[in-house]
């Protein structure tokens, strides 16, 4: 028996070290800044450190919370998360038909290259190509297009108002081809025997859409929807913080809660509030996930993260 | 799908118009770097240079050395990030892709758990600051964050799991071939197409970096294509104290467009090629691990 062990233990030992140098880094990475969440009920002076900081139960909540700031960034955080969810499955799923539908290779990959483009730079060079329209003295729009029709020009980065239609369109124009991938691999993997079944007996191609792909696609939707609704509490910290030019006058209409973070963290020096709102958002979003993926379990087991 | 003519015709053409909105934009920045400075102020960005001009650029190149290093460093940060974080996932997810490990779902848990739940960056921030004084230095364009995300390893087991056959390895291993030698020599030949995935999607990650740049780096020795972006970004002057000992005037209105040419151009070039791999990826990783 022990022998046995011992054996056992020495044919483990190898795939135990090869996890080793990701587990450590794991831990320092994602583990130890779980402990770290302490510091959001802890008057943190530097000198001090975060454990050895005096504890200060929820004032830094308290502060938080009654500043109208907590209400504004999560409702832009959510309300934008909606927008970008909703109107960017729409497209992800009328691209992935249209791309189908492309039946020649070539063209195929080459529409899906062109389309992808955006989602590969950066959101910073995004920013700028956003820039170039939208630029108060020499942006296209206000020299080219408003000028040309005789308008005056807009001050975007000053006019909170445009701003939920240009980060909405921005992150449609930027996700759209990659979120249509797996949507293209799904539809592709459809039984063609249905459709041929269906084209005999003379349905037209927008009733194969509306009867056979919509329902077959049913359940990718309800997954990635769920999935993405598991993390309406997060966004994209680049979108709302460089494309808007990190602008003052749009703050109210943009800041989320990861902005705020940084804000509170980088530029205020804020750090106790900073670390409350970034403990709020933790932890609302893990619950969030876990229902997420609860209501996927009740719904198809198959299609549950866990 | 059977496709009616009509349907053909309508799904080119839209796809058409869509691929065109997706490249337009990027014409529009290209366009106006190559633009002269007095026609920029007099028409502004337009989609076709009426007076062309590589002034900005010859800005950026005039010292000979800001443009070049920050490639350098991006392409440094880029090499290495992508070769350190392929080794690691793939020895991680091997290890737990062996059915027999003791404990190998304990780990893969830990693994899945780092996912969902996060201390979020105060105290990460202070803990790569305070402790680690990553600051200022080539690791901190590396390390935090990047190297090692819980999905590729997911990934990566399922797809060790699923494609290399445990009666192979044990063929070999009976041959008296050690653990490591069993992976470097056969796993890793018959993993290529999940770790040329990976390494194309941490290599798009690596080289589009500016985050951990904005919260550890100031030193502009230490900029990547990105930052300098970033510092820009509000600023076009920026630049003036990032290129020093330039004596030209400085092309305000062009060169923000030129530096993002510059960061925009290398990735949007060589994606073609790679094209296959990328999509193939994220259909894989679609699938549940």
Known sequence: MTRKRKYNWRRCLPFYLMALPALIYIFINNYIPMFGIVIAFKNYKVTKGIFGSDWCGLDNFQFLFRSPDAFNITKNTILYNFAFIVIGTVCAIFVAILLNAVKSKVSRNIFQTLI????????????????????????????????????????????????????????????????????????AGFDNSMYEAAAVDGATTWQQIKRITMPCLKPTIITLTLMSVGRVFFSDFGLFYQVTMNSGALIDATGTIDTYVYRGLMERGNIGMSAAAGFYQSLVGFVLILAANGITRKLSKDNALF | MVESKKMKILAYSVMIVLSVICVVPFLLMISASVTSETSLLVQGYSFWPKEISFGAYEYLFADGVTILRAYGITILVTFIGTSVSLVLTTLLAYSISRKNLPGRNVIA????????????????????????????????????????????????????????????????????????????????????PILATVGMMQAITYWNEWQNGLYYVSDSKLYTIQLILNKMISNADAIKTIATNVSMELPSVSIRMAVAVLGALPIMCIFPFFQKYYVKGITIGAVKG
């Not at chain 1, 483009?117 to 942006?139: D, E, K, M, Q, R």
């Not at chain 1, 080219?144 to 108002?161: C, I, M, R, T």
């Not at chain 1, 759209?176 to 691999?185: D, K, L, M, Q």
């Open chain 2, 109 to 192: 848990f830990l693994v899945f758990f780092a996912m969902l739940f996060n201390g979020g960056i105060v105290p990460s921030y202070i803990m790569w600051n305070n402790f680690f004084h990553i600051k200022n230095t080539l690791f901190a364009l590396i390390v935090p964050n990047y190297l090692v995300f819980g999905f590729y390893v997911i990934m990566m087991r399922t797809y060790f799991t699923s494609n290399i056959p445990e009666e192979v390895l044990e063929s070999t291993r009976i041959d008296g071939a050690g653990e490591f030698t069993i992976l470097v020599k056969m796993v890793v030949p018959m993993a290529v």
């Open chain 1, 116 to 187: 992808l483009l955006p989602y590969l730079v950066s959101i910073i060079v995004v920013s700028y190509v956003v820039y170039a329209f939208l630029s108060p003295a020499n942006g296209f729009i206000n020299t080219n297009l408003l000028g040309g029709l005789g308008k005056a020009p807009v001050s975007w980065y000053e006019e909170a108002k445009y701003w939920p239609f240009i980060l909405v369109f921005v992150n449609v124009w930027k996700s759209f081809g990659y979120n249509s991938i797996i949507y293209v691999a799904t539809i």
